[in-house]
């Protein structure tokens, strides 16, 4: 159950920082499928390690 509140409270996180760095590398235009799959990974990772605490 841990995992899973860890898994949306840092899906935000993820999204937001993708995009910042995105911006960053002048690549804003078309990567919101690009962020929405990283942010889904970095998500579905931290929910798996806090489970496993």
């Not at 990567?31 to 605490?53: D, I, N, P, Q, R």
């Amino acid at each position: 159950m841990f995992g899973l509140v860890v898994s949306f409270v840092s899906y935000p996180f993820a999204v937001w920082g993708f995009k910042r760095l995105f911006e960053n590398l002048g690549l804003e235009t078309n990567t919101k499928f690009l962020v929405f799959l990283m942010a889904s990974v970095v998500s579905w990772l931290a929910g798996t390690a806090a489970g496993h605490l």
